[in-house]
T-cell receptor, first 113, second 109 residues
């Protein structure tokens, strides 16, 4: 199957700082990528849909100024958590769709202290 | 929006047992996928199954779109099968992938 690479896999940052997470589709072009957030023992919740060359579409309740998404090319999308706070600590996962099927990155575990 | 239920929510089995996981959805769906999330959080693609039956080793899946459900079968369970199993599908109007609530499977040695 297709490969989606997400970095970093784990990050610890201080409250008030910003963190950038990268998501790359390694062997296919993804016009659309997705960002999810997962709390312990819960399902994946879609945060936003990222389209190459245009603004991301955020789900209801997701602060677009807090979670900045950029999709600069057909193989790269980034999520920046700005002014992070402890409540932003979570597991973030990106996804890219190929020919219908979706593939997922390894996830990033963010801890804000 | 589309509602989906996965059952059972939790399942504990002995190694070697067989299991059936179910995904019920409230509206017609296509391009349904099954995933296994391992203990490290990685989502592994199991099946991409709009309809019909597919098999891959000890795992198989069946989707009956007209009756709005999909089943994942695991035979001769191994401890490495432990984790959470999700069904998911594209919400057609926006092509975003929506996840079910998951089934947490624990295989005891």
């Amino acid at each position: 199957g297709a490969v989606v690479s997400q970095h970093p896999s784990r990050v610890i940052c201080k409250s008030g700082t910003s963190v950038k997470i990268e998501c790359r589709s390694l062997d296919f072009q993804a016009t659309t990528m997705f960002w999810y957030r997962q709390f312990p023992k819960q399902s994946l919740m879609l945060m936003a849909t990222s389209n190459e060359g245009s603004k991301a579409t955020y789900e209801q309740g997701v602060e677009k100024d807090k979670f900045l998404i950029n999709h600069a090319s057909l193989t790269l999308s980034t999520l920046t958590v700005t002014s992070a706070h402890p409540e932003d600590s979570s597991f973030y996962i990106c996804s890219a769709r190929g020919q219908g099927e979706a593939f997922f990155g390894q996830g990033t575990r963010l801890t804000v202290v | 929006g589309i509602q989906v239920e996965q059952s059972p929510p939790d399942l504990i089995l002995q190694e070697g047992a067989n299991s059936t996981l179910r995904c019920n959805f409230s509206d017609s769906v296509n391009n349904l996928q099954w995933f296994h999330q391992n203990p490290w959080g990685q989502l592994i693609n199991l099946f991409y199954i709009p309809s019909g039956t597919k098999q891959n080793g000890r795992l198989s899946a069946t989707t009956v779109a007209t009756e709005r459900y999909s089943l994942l079968y695991i035979s001769s369970s191994q401890t490495t099968d432990s984790g959470v199993y999700f069904c998911a599908w594209p919400y057609s109007s926006a092509s975003k992938i929506i996840f079910g609530s998951g089934t947490r499977l624990s295989i005891r040695p």
